[in-house]
């Protein structure tokens, strides 16, 4: 098989926003506790946070983290969990039935995203509360001393304001699980008199608006429209959730799912650029695609209410990836990347055991899955901007997707024309070998190395010595890519079966 893809440095999509390298931390199982905060562990700072952890988060490249929901938001009190670590009360976590001690709480996280250098995105509760206490979160990050909230967090020792840029106007408030779900007009006109509130206390903030929680909502579109019809010209963002996981053995959907990825953006694109015209707005939102990842959420999780409740840290939704989850989500970030216009904002949901590319165990190691290793080397690869490539290639057939593209690209451009560096991203979703020939007129490339991840057949397995198995049989380090050809004009490589390279 065969097919080409035509790049030139002067045909450009966007800049990419570093914040699309985003991941996400909950108060979900062991995301926070036993993730990445565990006093007592033989890594552990002098503040309780896991040091192995925060290494492999920052080989990861992660540049952006949400926090601290996800559904526990929607019923979070955030005031119960800043002061005095020993006053602090235990509280019924409602959306994941677990009893949250409070131990880490606002300051807590917000210190370690500032040690770890990642930009920390913070979600207010619409579910449960509303305007004044969003309000007041932001004024105890963002404030200066001489009022109620941000003397508080002076009082609990933190003079300097945290400088919280991103927020989100609650989470999934379409979903029927959300606690305080809400109707669209409902929630449209509450994230408005919010996100108004919110900016009168920091008017430099920027805000993400709840679009719905998946492609498959019976409110998708109209969910967008209606929301959008209250919050336009108050937010910057509309947010993206979507997991993807192989059903019934149906392998090719799987591997497609970076096409309907792109369906899912280019209609959320259209369902605010909709709202903009009849506005008459110059203005563009764009999407904080701020939950996306593999989930085997069908067929593996059992849903949170019938389960007794537990107090934390509990093993919750650990999925367990194989080196075909990992072709997928460098599939997905073909997507990602090639989206620059409009996606800004991106979070691999979650970065800590619950759903996550680093795995721990409870005072001891922590490792990586092998969906780390397309993440850690796309966002340290793709520098600079977009490229707007075209890619000629056969499609396949899919049952949950009609026909795809067998093979998916995104390149980016990073310096001036004349003298830029290159990142070539690729995915081949056969069980052929493809040969691909990249066509770029007018530029004299020169390869260097690459990461190549292969798909498995095997069924993921659990525990540091299965990963370390999987890396070493399905990720590679490529010394020089397998190309030939490199001057101007034409460089063929060949694409392993089932691989992102
Ligand atoms: O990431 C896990 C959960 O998935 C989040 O809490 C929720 O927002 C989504 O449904």
Redesign the pocket.
């Known amino acids: 098989q065969r097919a080409t893809v035509l790049l030139h440095p002067d045909f450009r999509t966007g800049t990419i926003d570093r914040r699309v390298f985003g991941s ?1 931390v ?1 108060h ?1 199982g062991r995301a926070v506790y036993t993730g990445i905060y565990e006093p007592g562990h033989t890594t552990a700072d002098e503040h309780g946070f896991r040091q192995d952890v925060a290494a492999l988060t920052r080989e990861l490249g992660v540049s952006m983290v949400r926090y601290p ?4 938001v929607s019923n979070y009190v955030w005031e119960d969990a800043v002061g005095p670590v020993e006053d602090r009360k235990p509280f019924i976590d409602l ?1 994941w039935r677990t009893i949250e001690p409070n131990t880490v709480g606002t300051d807590e996280f917000l210190q370690w995203a500032e040690r770890e250098g990642v930009e920390p995105m913070m979600a207010v509760n619409l579910g449960t509360r509303g305007v004044a206490e969003a309000a007041a979160l932001v004024e105890y990050c963002n404030g200066e001393a001489g009022s109620r909230w941000a003397d508080l967090r002076i009082a609990n020792g933190r003079e300097k304001p945290y400088g919280v840029k991103l927020w989100c106007l609650g ?2 408030m379409d ?1 029927p ?1 959300q606690i305080g779900h809400k109707d669209a007009h409902e929630y449209g006109k509450l994230a408005a008199e919010a996100g108004k509130a919110m900016k009168l206390v920091d008017p430099t903030i920027s805000l993400v608006v709840c679009g719905s ?1 998946s492609m498959g909502m019976a409110t998708f579109g109209e969910w967008e429209q209606t929301v959008l019809s209250y919050t336009y010209d108050l937010v910057d963002h509309i947010s993206m ?1 979507a ?1 993807y996981e192989e059903r019934h053995g149906d392998r090719a959907s799987f591997l497609g799912s970076g096409t309907s990825m792109d369906r899912f953006i280019d209609r959320v694109v259209a369902s605010a650029d909709a709202v903009g015209a009849r506005r008459r707005s110059d203005k563009k939102i764009t999407i904080s695609f701020d ?1 996306w990842n593999v ?1 085997y959420l069908d067929t593996r999780f059992q849903g949170e209410a019938a389960i007794p409740l537990r107090t934390a840290p509990q093993r919750i ?1 650990e999925d367990v990836y194989s080196g075909l989850d990992a072709v997928v989500v460098g599939d997905l970030l073909v997507t990602l990347l090639n989206h620059a216009d409009r996606v800004p904002v991106a979070c691999l ?2 970065l800590v055991n ?2 996550a590319p680093i795995m721990t165990e409870p005072g001891g190691p922590a490792w990586k899955q092998p969906t780390f290793h397309p993440f850690a080397a796309t966002a340290r690869l793709a520098q600079g901007d977009s490229l707007d490539v075209r890619v000629d290639a056969a499609t396949m057939p899919t049952k949950e997707h009609g026909d795809v593209p067998t093979v998916t690209a995104a390149v980016t451009w990073d310096g001036p024309r004349e003298a830029g560096s290159l990142g070539v991203f690729l995915v081949n979703r056969t069980a052929e070998p493809v040969e691909v020939e990249l066509r770029h007129p007018g530029v004299a490339l020169t390869l260097g190395g690459g990461v190549q991840v292969t798909a498995d057949h095997e069924p993921a397995a659990h525990g540091p010595e299965h990963a370390a198995q999987v890396e070493a049989t399905h990720v590679s380090e490529l010394a020089t890519a397998p190309v030939t050809g490199t001057g101007a004009g034409t460089t063929t490589l060949t694409l392993a079966p089932e691989s992102w390279t």
């Open positions: 996400f909950e979900l929901g996800g559904n526990f959306a989470n999934e979903g699980w929680s959730h997991y939950e989930w939704i949901a979650q619950v759903i």
